[in-house]
């Protein structure tokens, strides 16, 4: 907690703490990977910043191949990297002093419940301390399940380390894989789907709503967001996957050369990977294109709040879709669940979807100038890298040094969240005054 109160000292508001801490760990991270030891062959500055930003920001996107360009001490340091960017720098923080046995003040209350969306500060540190033990234990068993299928394949010492490496970029949804081809060679194998979704699901959820979980069983005793999380990811999943299976159960390059069983688990994979988790087990490059409009529609949705993923989130989607239907069957409120969303979050809802659009069309229409490539391929890449998906058409690797630090600040602003970034770098509010009422014609 000392660099937080350093921070304090300097009277940054809470977004402006949460954006620097992210920006310091980056920069850490970058010293890191550029060390001698750290790669196999030299990587440039730049390269080496790229995938610092991508794993603190649990993105996936690479420049470099992550499997063969970094050693075991490299990977380790990715391992961390997402880590601390999945889970948080506040979390981390936090436990850090608790094991130290020392309390934590009210101003850095304050902080925890910034980064981790909530509305008020009542039991913010008992969540961090039960959510951090969670994630720890649910990624060793994970990395013990893998284990099974990948330490008869590649050995003990290898094989535990991909397990753990996997489990670890699953949870905290970054789409880092040891494997070039992510997890294509896996594409109809059990133990990997079910391990691997489930991870990233989970982690995509929200730590709200895996603590809500963890202490009730009736689902109607759960809050509203936790049941608009669970029946919203229910029914997104189960939509993408349909649409996936009749998009490309004939495409050859993708599901068509698959047998049944396999393209059900290829649809399934690529219905939630998605929402900010950026593996893959079918090749990106050569999906149809509505398949891949589909998943920009998917990755801008992208997860849970107060979660290891990022987006514009599934929840502020459903509040923008449901005040559109209230709208035109003439209501002026929204319900969800028989409860009345209050109009302060719609308003918040709608100010993300439009603060996010700008960024994104911002940085489009920045990297159409300056990158002679596809501009189909440079949309799918500002949405992933906003969404902090990772998944790719295969052009992170042949963006210039113009476009490829225009990604690292779109992955940035995706991870730290684009409401956050906006109150980070505005000033200090006037005094509220209210003025006449004026009529405006739309539509």
């Not at 889970?87 to 436990?95: I, P």
């Not at 895996?210 to 009736?218: A, F, G, P, T, V």
């Not at 003439?330 to 809802?349: A, D």
């Not at 990297?367 to 998944?391: D, M, N, Y």
């Amino acid at each position: 907690m000392d660099l937080v109160k350093k921070l304090r000292k300097r009277r940054l508001s809470p977004p402006q703490i949460l954006a620097v801490g992210f920006f310091m760990i980056i920069s850490i991270g970058t010293l890191l990977l550029k060390l001698p030891w750290s790669t196999v062959e030299p990587i440039s500055w730049l390269d080496a910043a790229f995938t610092a930003t991508s794993a603190v920001t649990v993105t996936g996107l690479i420049v470099v191949d992550t499997g063969t360009a970094f050693t075991l001490f490299g990977q380790t340091i990715l391992l961390i990297l997402i880590q601390l960017g999945g889970l948080g720098l506040m979390t981390f923080a936090v436990m850090s002093v608790l094991l130290l046995g020392k309390k934590i003040g009210l101003k850095e209350r304050l902080l925890i419940q910034e980064s981790l969306n909530q509305n008020s500060m009542g039991g913010v540190v008992r969540l961090i301390r039960t959510l951090f033990f969670f994630a720890i234990i649910l990624e060793l068993v994970a990395t013990l399940l893998l284990a099974l299928r990948w330490v008869p394949e590649y050995g003990l010492g290898f094989g535990l380390f991909t397990s753990l490496f996997h489990a670890v970029s699953s949870f905290n949804n970054a789409g880092f894989s040891l494997w070039s081809d992510s997890l294509s060679g896996y594409v109809g194998d059990p133990i990997v789907n079910i391990v691997i979704t489930g991870l990233f699901i989970t982690g995509g959820l929200g730590f709200t709503v895996i603590y809500e979980l963890m202490r009730r069983n009736k689902f109607r005793r759960y809050s509203l967001h936790t049941k608009v999380m669970l029946v919203g990811t229910l029914m997104i999943n189960i939509v993408a996957m349909l649409l996936f299976f009749l998009l490309e159960h004939q495409n050859p390059a993708t599901l068509g050369h698959l047998s049944f069983g396999e393209q059900l688990w290829g649809s399934f994979f690529q219905a939630v990977t998605p929402r900010t988790a950026g593996f893959n087990s079918l090749d990106y490059s050569a999906m149809n294109e509505g398949s891949l409009l589909l998943t920009v529609l998917l990755m801008f949705i992208g997860a849970g709040s107060a979660s290891t993923g990022s987006g514009v989130k599934l929840t502020t989607f459903i509040i923008i879709i449901f005040a559109v239907f209230s709208y035109l069957r003439g209501r002026n409120e929204v319900h969800l669940f028989r409860c009345r969303i209050p109009l302060n979050i719609v308003h918040r809802s709608l100010s993300i979807i439009i603060i996010s659009l700008f960024f994104i069309f911002g940085a489009i229409f920045i990297l159409s100038i300056t990158e002679h490539l596809p501009t189909f391929a440079i949309v799918f890449e500002a949405f992933s890298a906003f969404g902090t998906v990772g998944l790719s058409v295969g052009i992170t690797d042949q963006l210039s040094n113009i476009g490829k630090p225009i990604i690292m600040l779109l992955m940035f602003i995706g991870r730290v969240g684009p409401l956050t970034i906006a109150f980070a770098l505005a000033r200090s509010t006037k005094p509220r005054i209210s003025y006449p009422k004026g009529e405006i014609f739309t539509g």
